[in-house]
């Protein structure tokens, strides 16, 4: 690889650090990882082709055109967390991840115990997902920042919203969605 392609390649990761909190390969070794697959199976449930997803990870290509994939990304490192925390069993995550490929994106985790708690609301971690995707399906990251930052001045708890929700991790998310309830 040449010195430009190493360039391309380097600026391509750090745009995926941005969009996706990680460069994909990172991403995509891990899902690998924890949900036992290969990489033509991972492909085949995101719904790229092997070369697609090879471009993507090895940083040829920098962002997934597809808003349904990214959803479908997201879906993926959910189980993934399940999974790696016990929660969710390899045969069970089998059965989830043919959900994943069968969805369009949106709500696909579509498992009631997941999907709401004993009233019947959606849980906490739900609403937050949601709201990410709809932020993440409207623009990249590191477009979210660059508006929190905008803001900032005038609006800082706007730019906060865009910035955890539209950029950060689902954990701090639901942390900052907890802490402003009630």
Known sequence: ????????????????????????????????????????????????SA??????MSGQRAKIGNPAVVQRVQALQELSSQVADGRVS???AAER????????????????????????????????????????????AGDIIDAA????PTHPELAEFLRVYGAGRTADAVAHYESHQG
């Open 1 to 48: 690889m040449d010195a430009a392609q190493q360039d391309a390649t380097a600026r391509a990761r750090d745009l995926q650090r941005n969009w996706y909190g990680e460069p994909l390969g990172a991403l995509f070794r891990r899902l690998i990882d924890d949900l036992g697959l290969n990489q033509a199976r991972l492909a085949s449930v995101l719904g790229l």
């Open 51 to 56: 070369p697609m997803l090879s471009q993507l």
């Open 90 to 92: 390899a045969a069970e």
């Open 97 to 140: 991840m043919e959900e994943v490929k069968k969805s369009a994106g949106g709500s696909v985790l579509n498992n009631t115990s997941q999907t709401t708690a004993s009233s019947g609301a959606p849980t906490v971690r739900r609403v937050v997902r949601e709201i990410q995707s709809l932020l993440r399906s409207v623009a990249a």
């Open 149 to 152: 930052d905008s803001l900032t």
